[in-house]
């Protein structure tokens, strides 16, 4: 009983009720098949087989088997692989191709870069309906927005043993699908060559069954939706019915239902069948009766005979002039055919001279554009140099330009110097007034105000700048501890975020591979003499009253929480060992204890009234509370939550007391530890918690929750503590810079009076002054000499340099003709090149035509052709009925008219005869024969199909019956490799378990016994990791049976964690990677190369790159 791809219309066939006929022929379609599949096992003497889902005997498959078990090369997979995808239009996808391995592919990347598509596009491609990819209702809505049609292009491997119609495909065998938004899709099956070989779905079809690639089944081809929810089935139902119909045991039980369903009204249909026989045979007795009854009419019916031959031959004889005037239509079309071969012949002839000549003007053009190069360095040689001169010339106008500027200054100075020197004049006419000495004290008592107020404004510069200093530190503080507090906030909101999910580990807070050791450390317990105990931390909670204190007695614990205990030396070494296998960088102390004495610490602990840290712990293993001890002196260790208090109590040396520890009012990141009464250190809180809190059946999240709050409460705190201080300096500046202001007025007020003074006190002596301008008015009008001078000396160089322009001007006319000379040559012949490449195109286009007219004689002819079978095989028949009449020598010896009209009226008067005999008999004589006939047919008919169909039924019920035995076997049999598979596949993580199918509640239970559990459990109450891991490997337990060709997954990983991912990918590869029989497809968002060592032999790993839509045939990298 082979698992085939299931029959689609049963579920149809029951829907509406048959007739009788239609169960007969089921019936009896069922016995055949059953009586030829007896037959095959007689030949082959087998006892049993079960026929796996593939293409290949079951020989091929063992020996498949056999080489899976040794090593394995991309040679020795069997045919029907997808070695290429092509896609042009597709969803997201302009243009793009991937190659895919024999057989495992990862294809991996970003949400949004087209992975889910190309899975998409297989199933499509491979013939897929809109509804089963569940991207919308029509194909058309696969189509690239913007674009009117897409392509999908699927080449199979043909190559190898198993290979399909090798001898017409070749090795490869390409399907090509095509999607139009205004039209029809189509398919196209073509040779390795891209010769087409059919357009018909089912001829694919019949290759997509040989190679077993079943696209119908969900469980080959998971989509994101599919494998979500396979990998999600929360019921036991919903794993056995995915596990049934995955594997096809679902629909074999539905066909043998149906199949006795059908046996079953054979049964009541039976003696309906044996009352129509008897009625049968009476009318059958009773018209052999009427046959011999028949028999005055045997001259007549003998004319009739010979007349109706001969109307028959002289039908022949037309018809086969017909078959001679097709045969001179195709003999003409054959000479048109030979007329347009010459003149495509013609068109191709000047088509290679059009070439010729285009490949002599195109060497013209290269040689052209190598002068035109030329001459374009010389002209821009020129343009340089003549752009140099009118720079030159420039720049000497600008230097003229510029003197007469200075000219016109001079001029001014002097007019001006005029003036004054004329006031200056009459000023010294003049006397003084008023006390020069009362003039001088005062002056000296302004600037003696001055220095003092210049004092005092530096004074408060400097003041203000510290001030401002001050405010920018306390700003800059504010902005770090509140940032400080929002990242512990955000921090424990993600801890508390994953805690609630369940994907949150406490032993990751010491290490992230901390879980991976324990594991190593339980699978190599053996290796130790004793099992060593750690990390510390996973064995202390803070107790739930002294939950506050949680942070500040970690710091104190905290090198000890990351350790291990071990009993010997020897432990310490193999410890070790397995730290540095498991690649953990943390520095991890290991204590050897030989043996755990309990302490009395009565006498040794510290005297006060306040809580020492041991007064805080309880540990899960007693014996570590003297570890601590040890280590940590936690006994002598109190906790005072005023660190005043603590060092005012600290100053009376109390007995046994190390340390004492304090909280921060303003921070909650931060704690003190005070010695000696005099020692306070400010120590910062680590953000790993290391200890349990509380209670831990919430595992630490209303601990969180609280530090979330009292972290909410100090930010506002030192929020608003803070901003009274930034108060406080923004009022002190501004009274500041309201001093400073006014004393800088009082500044320059003085100022103008001392210059005031000055001036008057220097007019009595000033005569200087006026010698001092006039000598100034003389070196202007001597400097106006000089730029006078400048402008003429400018002048000439103007003029020398127009007469140096000249020359290179012309230059520059003749290179720039000559380099536009040149140019429009090129163009001329660029011009010639398309001239010639219209011609060329049309006489392309004429060829084409002739080519397609060529195609339309040739399909004419056979067309014609084809008229001319149809009539050969008419005339046959025609002959074939005239011979019942009579043959053509026969009828040549009788005299019988050759019109066809004149044998009618003939053969109307014999049959006139004929019924005024038949009259007397009651029925004519056809009828009498046709009625005798029918009856005898009918009757030897039912009675034939009654003895078959009774056969039949004993057949058939021995058929289901053993059908249903096998059913039962097959069924057992892919439950057990199943459930090995999904052994062996859990024995990765070192754990253990097995698959119940439950057949009385037609569901499928998954137990699982891990390292840390004394029984299995369900799978349902593991770890969401755990779960996700177990799920993977139902799936691959469910492929195992199945023996698909090729095998996709949609983002498996998605609801795994990073050790699970890496996990779960580790046992794909391992499972899948040289499964030579088998073609898997992943889909996966995670870059595989860094989740886990992949050895490259069997596995491809396709990355494709970020979502940017643009035509790129290089989409992936592989």
């Known amino acids: 009983m082979s698992m085939v791809s299931p029959s689609s219309n049963i579920n149809d066939t029951m829907a509406e009720k048959r007739s009788i006929d239609q169960v007969d022929n089921d019936l009896l379609d069922l016995a055949a098949q059953q009586a030829q599949d007896k037959n095959d096992q007689t030949k082959k003497k087998r006892r049993r087989q079960y026929a796996p889902m593939t293409q290949y005997s079951n020989t091929q498959a063992t020996e498949a088997q056999d080489e899976e078990s040794s090593e394995t090369s991309d040679n020795d997979c069997p045919a029907g692989y997808i070695k290429k995808i092509v896609l042009r239009n597709f969803m997201c996808h302009e243009n793009f191709e991937m190659e895919f391995g024999p057989r495992l592919n990862f294809i991996v990347g970003n949400n949004g870069s087209g992975k889910s598509a190309i899975l998409t596009a297989i199933t499509v491609g491979l013939g897929a309906k809109a509804s089963e990819t569940n991207r919308g209702n029509s194909l058309k809505d696969l189509i690239k927005n913007g674009c009117y049609s897409t392509k999908i292009t699927i080449t199979l491997n043909n190559s190898a043993y198993g290979a399909y119609n090798p001898g017409v495909y070749g090795d490869e065998i390409i399907i090509e699908r095509t999607i139009k938004r205004d039209g029809p899709a189509s398919f196209s099956l073509k040779t ?3 010769k087409e070989i059919s357009h018909k779905k089912k001829d694919i079809q019949v290759i997509i069954d040989y190679f077993s690639i079943p696209i119908s089944n969900p469980m080959c081809f998971l989509s994101q939706d599919a494998a979500r929810s396979f990998l999600t089935a929360s019921t036991a139902q919903d794993k056995y019915n995915h596990f049934m119909k995955g594997t096809l045991l679902m629909d074999i039980n539905n066909n043998l239902e149906h199949a006795k369903r059908t046996c079953l009204s054979a049964n009541e249909n039976m003696s309906l069948h044996l009352e129509n026989l008897k009625l049968l045979k009476k009318d059958y007795e009773d018209a052999k009766k009427l046959v011999r009854q028949l028999d005055q009419t045997s001259t007549l019916n003998e004319d009739k005979r010979l007349l109706q031959g001969k109307s028959c031959w002289i039908d022949v004889e037309y018809n086969q002039k017909s078959v001679k005037k097709r045969e001179n239509d195709i003999i003409t079309i054959q000479k048109k055919l030979k007329e347009l071969g010459e003149s495509s012949q013609k068109r191709n002839a000047k088509i290679a001279r059009y070439d010729a000549d285009n490949r002599i003007d195109t060497e013209e053009i290269q040689k052209q554009n190598e002068e035109w190069k030329v001459k374009d360095q010389r002209h821009q040689e020129v343009k340089d140099q003549l752009r140099e001169v009118r720079h030159s010339f420039d720049m000497t106008k600008e230097n003229v330009n510029e003197a007469e500027n200075k000219i016109k200054e001079c001029n001014k100075k002097i007019s001006d110097l005029d003036k004054n020197i004329n006031h200056l004049k009459e000023e010294i006419k003049k006397r003084m007034g008023g006390d020069k000495e009362q003039m001088r004290v005062d002056m000296d008592n302004l600037i003696k105000k001055n220095d003092e107020l210049n004092d005092l404004m530096n004074i408060l510069s400097s003041e203000i700048q510290d001030l401002e200093n001050k405010q920018r530190t306390v700003n800059r503080r504010r902005d770090e501890e509140l940032k400080q507090i929002d990242t512990t906030v955000y921090r424990n909101r ?5 805690i609630r999910e369940g994907n949150v580990s406490f032993l990751s807070n010491f290490d992230s591979r901390m879980e991976t050791l324990l594991q190593q450390i339980q699978h190599n317990k053996n290796r130790f003499k004793t099992i060593p105990i750690g990390p510390l931390g996973n064995y202390v909670t803070v107790k739930d009253n002294h939950r506050e204190w949680a942070p500040d007695i970690q710091k104190v614990l905290s090198s000890t929480l990351s350790s291990f205990v071990v009993s010997c030396p020897e432990d310490n070494r193999t410890l070790r060992q397995l730290i540095k296998s498991c690649g953990i960088r943390s520095n991890i102390t290991i204590t050897t204890y030989r043996k755990f004495e309990k302490y009395n610490i009565d006498s040794g602990r510290a005297q006060s009234n306040y809580p020492a840290i041991i007064d805080t712990l309880e540990f899960s293993k007693p014996e570590l509370r003297e570890v601590f001890i040890d280590l940590n002196s936690i006994e002598k260790v109190i906790l005072i939550r005023d660190h005043n208090a603590a060092r005012n109590f600290l100053k009376t040396n109390p007995r046994n007391v190390k340390m004492a520890l304090s909280k921060s009012i303003n921070n909650n990141n931060f704690g003190f530890q005070l010695s000696g009464g005099y020692r306070l250190d400010s120590v910062s809180y680590e953000q790993n918690r290391k200890l349990k809190v509380g209670s831990v059946a919430d595992d630490g999240a209303s601990y969180l929750e609280e530090q979330i709050k009292d972290a909410t409460d100090m930010k506002q705190q030192v929020s608003n503590n803070y901003d009274s201080e930034m108060s ?6 501004h009274e500041k810079k309201k001093i400073h202001k006014d004393c800088n007025y009082n500044l320059r007020e003085n100022t103008k009076n001392i210059t005031r003074l000055r001036i008057n006190l220097e007019r009595t002596e000033d005569t200087g002054v006026l010698t001092s301008k006039e000598n100034e008015k003389e070196k202007q009008e001597q400097a106006i000499v000089g730029y006078q001078s400048a402008i003429d000396g400018l002048n000439a160089e103007l003029s020398q340099l127009k007469e140096q322009a000249i020359p290179i001007k012309n230059n520059y006319d003749a290179t720039k003709k000559d380099l536009a000379e040149t140019s429009f040559l090129i163009q001329q012949l660029t011009d010639k090149i398309e001239i010639r490449q219209r011609k060329i195109q049309k006489h392309k286009e004429d060829i084409n035509f002739c080519e397609d007219k060529k195609d339309q004689y040739n399909n004419d002819i056979l067309k014609i052709k084809d008229n001319i079978d149809r009539l050969q095989e008419g005339i046959n028949i025609q002959r074939e009925n005239a011979i019942k009449f009579a043959t053509e020598e026969e009828v040549s010896q009788h005299d019988l008219p050759n019109d066809q009209e004149e044998i009618k009226k003939l053969l109307k008067k014999i049959d006139r005869m004929i019924k005024e005999t038949e009259s007397r008999l009651g029925m004519t004589q056809a009828d009498i024969l046709n009625h005798f006939a029918t009856i005898k047919d009918q009757y030897k008919e039912s009675y034939g199909k009654y003895r078959t169909i009774d056969e039949a039924l004993v057949v058939l019920h021995e058929s289901i019956d053993n059908r249903y035995q096998n059913y039962y076997h097959l069924k057992k049999h892919t439950c ?31 137990y699982i016994l891990t390292p840390d559990d004394e029984k299995a459990r369900n799978v349902d109450t593991l770890s969401g990791g755990e779960k996700s891991f177990s799920q993977m490997a139902l799936l691959l337990a469910t492929w195992k049976p ?13 609801f795994m964690d990073q050790v699970n991912r890496k996990i779960g990918t580790a046992l794909i590869v391992k499972k899948l990677k040289d499964s030579t029989r088998t073609q898997t497809i992943i889909i996966t968002p995670q870059d595989i190369g860094k989740i886990a060592d992949i050895d490259k032999s069997g596995v491809q790993i396709h990355k494709m790159k970020d979502p940017e839509r643009h035509n790129n045939s290089n989409f992936y990298q592989g």
Request: glycine share 4%.
């Open 728 to 733: 406080e300096y923004k009022s002190k500046i």
């Open 976 to 1006: 057990f490799e199943a459930d090995m598979d999904f052994r062996k596949s859990i024995r990765i993580r070192n754990f253990a378990g097995n698959l119940v199918f439950i057949e009385d509640t037609k569901s499928l239970e998954i």
């Open 192 to 194: 390795e060559n891209g």
């Open 494 to 498: 993600q801890e508390l975020k994953k």
């Open 1042 to 1054: 199945m023996r698909s060709r090729i095998i996709a997954l949609d983002e498996f990983d998605v």
